[in-house]
């Protein structure tokens, strides 16, 4: 089967550390992507990876979500990578249902870091980068998992060259970054939206004090 070079695929990833910066804006620090073998059958190679950061590939992307009231109970979430068709009697059109949230500024300080998975033995070097999202403006946050957990996350990207390895994994050899989309995270397998990489999730910001003799 002949394989289309230019190809969007999902990866995920999690936001943390959240600093309110006035009324409006809410900045966070963002486990974007990850290298490695992965649950969508491909792995970003690690100079794919350092590729895009020398280039400054996710300077000035959005922060998508699809927000929407549950049909059932009436409550704010948040699905995935979501699209519709619209059909009439003379065309057909599909539209897709996520818009910008937040932003991936120019001061992002885009680094790497190296995450222990849940599992406990895996380690997985994940892109990360410091991001706004609009909280003022939009109600983003009625959808949260829970008071700690809020939600899933994943990013998007367009393939540009590739290779397959020899356990047939798609290796990623360059992409351009598209955008980070927020997931819905639920205790409900039917409405949780899984990521790719167990890890990622948007968390609350832990916040310390001391006490001044």
């Not at 990578?81 to 991936?104: A, L, Q, R, Y």
């Not at 994940?126 to 998992?145: C, E, H, K, Q, S």
Request: charged share 25%.
């Amino acid at each position: 089967m002949e394989f289309n070079k230019t190809q969007t695929v999902n990866f995920t990833s999690k936001l943390s550390d959240f600093e309110v910066m006035d009324t409006e804006f809410t900045k966070c620090k963002c486990y974007a992507l990850a290298s490695g073998d992965n649950v969508n059958g491909s792995d970003i190679t690690m100079q794919a990876i350092d590729k895009a950061i020398q280039r400054g590939e996710f300077y000035n992307k959005p922060i998508v979500a699809h927000l929407y009231r549950d049909e059932n109970d009436g409550s704010w979430r948040v699905g995935g990578h979501d699209s519709k068709w619209v059909i009439s009697n003379t065309s057909m059109e599909v539209i897709n249902e996520c818009i910008p949230f937040g932003t991936i500024p120019e001061s992002s300080n885009v680094r790497k870091e190296e995450v222990l998975e849940p599992d406990g033995t895996t380690v997985n070097t994940y892109v990360v980068m410091d991001v706004i999202l609009w909280t003022g403006r939009f109600n983003i946050m009625d959808a949260a998992y829970s008071d700690d957990v809020y939600f899933n996350q994943s990013c998007e990207i367009s393939i540009n060259d590739y290779h397959y390895k020899d356990n047939d994994i798609l290796a990623i050899d360059d992409f351009t970054f598209s955008a980070l989309c927020l997931l819905n995270k639920s205790s409900d397998s039917s409405k949780n939206i899984r990521p790719c990489f167990p890890s990622c999730r948007v968390e609350k910001i832990k916040s310390f004090s001391l006490d001044e003799d």
